[in-house]
């Protein structure tokens, strides 16, 4: 009943959330680069139910650097967001998040870089859609371009 009520009184809505992950590298851009990661991203758009979002957002991914260096580099990422919601109780809702558009390349080795952005996969909102704050827990593969795959452990706060 009461997850009812709130896709007849408070949908479509504003949502925004920010998130940092740390993305553990599973692809070799080549055997001197280190791709394990630290990411800060947000995204904003529209909550259309209880189940849909869709929006847009941006993301700065840093590099460590090359294995026995400390030379860093950064990618930043442009996409749009999908997100389908499955509410299991009126303040936890499960989602499978996909991302789509562009990595490119702001500094250091990576300052030329340009390709593909993806990243999708499972998370957890806990916080009614509705409320100011709520804590974002996911994983997602992530891919831009090739041999910068990874998987993403991302904690967000939503509002």
Do not use: C
């Amino acid at each position: 009943a009461r997850i009812r009520a709130l896709r007849k009184d408070n949908f479509p809505h504003y949502q925004g959330e920010v998130a940092v992950a740390y993305g553990l590298g599973v692809g070799d851009i080549t055997k001197a680069v280190d791709t394990d990661r630290i990411l800060f991203e947000t995204v904003h758009g529209v909550r259309l139910s209880p189940y849909a979002f869709v929006g847009a957002g941006a993301g700065l991914n840093y590099f460590y650097g090359t294995r026995g260096e400390d030379k860093g580099a950064g990618l930043v990422s442009a996409f749009a967001n999908a997100k389908g919601y499955y509410p299991v109780s009126p303040s936890t809702h499960l989602y499978l998040s996909l991302d789509l558009g562009a990595a490119i390349g702001v500094w250091n080795y990576m300052k030329d870089w340009r390709d593909l952005y993806v990243a999708a996969g499972p998370g957890v909102t806990i916080g009614n859609p509705t409320d100011r704050m709520r804590l974002d827990l996911g994983v997602r593969f992530q891919y831009m371009g090739e041999g910068t795959k990874a998987v993403l452990f991302r904690i967000g706060f939503g509002f």
